[in-house]
């Protein structure tokens, strides 16, 4: 996939002509605007027209004359909702797409929309390279970026400190000369915050390697509360209209997971699945990476896709090869931010905290939904609607689904970190995974689902230790983790295999991680622990 970001041939959908310097004595160290009136309009007013047009149309609910977004994830005749201010709170991170405005603009304005009132520091702008292929991630070493808008400064000081985090972060401005991924960004920065803001523009180099981890972590310790990180990158390149409909909607719902494994798998299937003409699923991948990575690091649970269209949903659209355009917010509610803080504190201890256990009948609640939901979905292909009112079971929770078959494995998919999902369709969703996603399967067929046991683990969030000695087995789960390599062995596999701590934790290396059996010796490998109700 990186050789194919790589070689990727941008397809430019307005009409190309010479970019122009808005002030022939700007000193050389600001980077001069590459794609004014290219990818966007060259004159300042029809700039700001334009946005602001999208802008308001997000704001309403409704799309934009031109183009008009698609409505595919909403459902026919409706469009995607915003975020509700009360649920997120604060804005921490968007993702947003980079074509030309005409094409992508609309989409982009539903991420842009909702920074509105926030008080932003410094942008974190971060993409891959569509014009270089090299190690690691750089960092532009201008002084300033220009725009037909105005300069806007480069933090110098922020980016001083995530080169210093890690050998794999660099300055170097040429990556960035050519590039248009970031730069459309800029306008749509202008005009929706309070002037003052300051960028921090960074390329990934394609190279397949751990930068987008090593930069979370840098990130993670650097940034500000009031600053904010905008994910640049478009979706599907160039399947057909409803191909692109299908695959970008997976996409979409595996970034909203939170869980980079579960992202990279979903790839991977896509990849191998042969869509006409598909070319990436994300040319931005490892962009996308860092910020799913970053927000389990800073503890931003709530993950809302507002809004998805492709090409396609243009007046001058070709539905033959389209390019899919989604807009996603990360954020964090006050609640979350309360309890962080108090986490944060009490950081050195080795208790772990346990979410209040389910009772029988919320039990078997979730017990019934997963069976009806294999069920339905096996025979008829349809996911049940459920109208859950129990408090506890819309609490936001990760959970496992297992299907057994006479007393063998038949399946099972989870979600280990709480996301903006109800626990409740948490289980919902990986009742259909387990019965159609599980690699190691066939997908079940309606012959076996009077044979089927179901069995539930809902799970506490996962927190990191520093010492492999203090996990209990039988108590807690556990996942393994070094670079792209990650693996998870639910608490009851010990007890159901009568393995030692160590036996337990070299098969998870091994088995699952496919790393050596003793990586959970190594100070590279990442260990968190978590427990589990199951039922």
């Given at each position: 996939?990186?050789?194919?970001?790589?070689?990727?041939m941008?397809?430019?959908?307005?009409?190309?002509?010479?970019?122009?310097?808005?002030?022939?004595?700007?000193?050389?160290?600001?980077?001069?605007?590459?794609?004014?009136?290219q990818?966007?309009p060259?004159?300042?007013?029809?700039?700001t027209?334009?946005?602001?047009?999208?802008?308001?149309?997000?704001?309403?609910?409704?799309?934009?004359?031109?183009?008009?977004?698609?409505t595919?994830?909403?459902g026919?005749?409706e469009?995607?909702?915003?975020?509700?201010?009360?649920?997120?709170g604060?804005v921490?991170a968007?993702?947003?797409?980079?074509?030309?405005?005409?094409?992508s603009?609309?989409?982009?304005?539903?991420?842009?929309?909702?920074?509105?009132g926030?008080?932003v520091?410094?942008?974190?702008?971060i993409s891959?390279?569509?014009q270089?292929?090299?190690?690691?991630?750089a960092?532009?070493?201008?002084?300033?970026?220009?725009?037909?808008l105005?300069?806007?400064?480069?933090?110098k000081?922020?980016?001083k400190?995530?080169?210093?985090a890690?050998?794999a972060?660099?300055?170097?401005?040429?990556p960035?000369?050519?590039?248009?991924?970031?730069?459309v960004?800029l306008?749509?920065?202008?005009?929706?915050?309070?002037?003052?803001?300051?960028?921090v523009?960074i390329?990934?180099?394609n190279?397949?390697?751990e930068t987008?981890?090593?930069l979370?972590?840098?990130?993670?310790d650097n940034l500000s509360e009031?600053?904010?990180?905008?994910?640049?990158?478009?979706?599907s390149?160039y399947p057909?209209?409803g191909?692109?409909q299908?695959?970008?909607?997976?996409?979409?719902?595996?970034?909203?997971?939170?869980?980079?494994?579960?992202?990279e798998?979903?790839?991977?299937?896509?990849?191998?699945?042969?869509?006409?003409n598909?070319?990436?699923l994300?040319?931005g991948?490892?962009?996308v990476?860092?910020?799913?990575?970053?927000?389990?690091?800073?503890?931003?649970?709530?993950?809302?896709?507002?809004k998805?269209?492709?090409?396609?949903?243009?007046a001058?659209?070709?539905?033959?090869?389209?390019?899919?355009?989604?807009?996603?917010?990360?954020g964090?509610?006050?609640?979350?931010?309360?309890?962080?803080?108090k986490e944060?504190?009490?950081?050195?201890?080795?208790e772990f905290?346990v979410?209040?256990?389910?009772?029988?009948?919320?039990?078997?609640?979730l017990l019934k939904?997963?069976?009806?939901?294999v069920?339905?979905f096996v025979?008829n292909?349809?996911?049940?609607?459920?109208?859950?009112?129990d408090?506890?079971l819309?609490?936001?929770?990760?959970?496992f689904?297992t299907?057994?078959?006479?007393g063998?494995l038949?399946g099972?998919i989870?979600q280990i970190?709480?996301?903006?999902?109800p626990?409740?369709q948490?289980?919902?969703?990986?009742?259909?995974?387990?019965?159609s996603?599980d690699?190691?399967?066939?997908?079940?067929e309606?012959?076996?689902?009077?044979?089927?046991?179901?069995?539930?683990?809902?799970l506490?969030?996962p927190?990191?230790i520093?010492?492999w000695r203090?996990i209990?087995?039988?108590?807690h789960?556990?996942?393994?983790?070094?670079?792209?390599?990650?693996?998870?062995f639910l608490?009851q596999v010990?007890?159901?295999?009568?393995?030692?701590?160590e036996e337990?934790?070299?098969e998870l290396?091994w088995q699952?991680?496919?790393?050596?059996p003793?990586?959970?010796k190594d100070p590279?490998?990442?260990?968190e622990v978590?427990?589990?109700?199951?039922?």
């Amino acid at each position: 996939m990186k050789k194919a970001i790589f070689l990727l041939m941008l397809l430019i959908f307005l009409t190309a002509c010479s970019s122009k310097q808005v002030n022939n004595d700007m000193p050389k160290n600001v980077r001069q605007p590459a794609y004014a009136g290219q990818f966007y309009p060259h004159e300042p007013g029809a700039i700001t027209d334009q946005i602001k047009q999208f802008l308001q149309a997000a704001a309403s609910l409704k799309p934009s004359p031109q183009p008009s977004p698609a409505t595919f994830l909403a459902g026919e005749g409706e469009t995607a909702p915003l975020l509700a201010k009360e649920g997120l709170g604060e804005v921490k991170a968007i993702i947003v797409p980079h074509a030309g405005y005409d094409y992508s603009g609309a989409v982009a304005a539903y991420g842009y929309q909702r920074l509105a009132g926030q008080k932003v520091n410094t942008v974190v702008l971060i993409s891959n390279s569509h014009q270089a292929y090299f190690d690691g991630a750089a960092i532009d070493d201008h002084d300033a970026w220009s725009t037909p808008l105005g300069e806007v400064a480069v933090d110098k000081a922020l980016a001083k400190k995530l080169v210093q985090a890690d050998a794999a972060i660099k300055f170097d401005g040429a990556p960035h000369q050519s590039d248009h991924n970031l730069e459309v960004q800029l306008p749509f920065l202008q005009t929706a915050l309070q002037d003052g803001f300051k960028i921090v523009p960074i390329e990934f180099g394609n190279k397949d390697d751990e930068t987008y981890e090593k930069l979370a972590r840098a990130l993670a310790d650097n940034l500000s509360e009031d600053d904010l990180v905008v994910i640049s990158t478009d979706m599907s390149h160039y399947p057909s209209y409803g191909d692109a409909q299908k695959i970008d909607t997976g996409t979409l719902e595996k970034i909203k997971t939170g869980d980079v494994a579960e992202l990279e798998n979903y790839v991977r299937m896509v990849e191998n699945a042969g869509y006409a003409n598909e070319q990436t699923l994300l040319c931005g991948i490892d962009a996308v990476k860092t910020v799913l990575e970053l927000a389990k690091l800073a503890g931003w649970s709530e993950i809302e896709i507002l809004k998805y269209a492709n090409s396609g949903d243009a007046a001058i659209g070709d539905k033959e090869r389209v390019v899919g355009y989604g807009a996603v917010a990360f954020g964090q509610n006050k609640n979350e931010k309360i309890k962080n803080k108090k986490e944060n504190a009490s950081a050195t201890s080795t208790e772990f905290v346990v979410a209040g256990e389910l009772n029988n009948k919320q039990q078997k609640i979730l017990l019934k939904i997963a069976k009806e939901t294999v069920e339905s979905f096996v025979e008829n292909g349809k996911i049940p609607e459920y109208n859950v009112a129990d408090e506890r079971l819309n609490q936001k929770q990760g959970a496992f689904v297992t299907l057994n078959k006479n007393g063998q494995l038949r399946g099972c998919i989870g979600q280990i970190l709480p996301t903006g999902q109800p626990l409740w369709q948490v289980v919902r969703d990986m009742a259909v995974a387990a019965c159609s996603e599980d690699g190691r399967f066939n997908p079940v067929e309606k012959s076996e689902l009077g044979e089927l046991e179901y069995e539930i683990s809902v799970l506490s969030a996962p927190e990191k230790i520093d010492d492999w000695r203090k996990i209990e087995p039988g108590k807690h789960g556990v996942v393994i983790s070094q670079g792209r390599s990650k693996g998870v062995f639910l608490p009851q596999v010990a007890t159901e295999t009568g393995w030692s701590l160590e036996e337990f934790l070299s098969e998870l290396c091994w088995q699952k991680a496919g790393l050596e059996p003793s990586c959970y010796k190594d100070p590279d490998t990442r260990i968190e622990v978590f427990t589990a109700q199951v039922f």
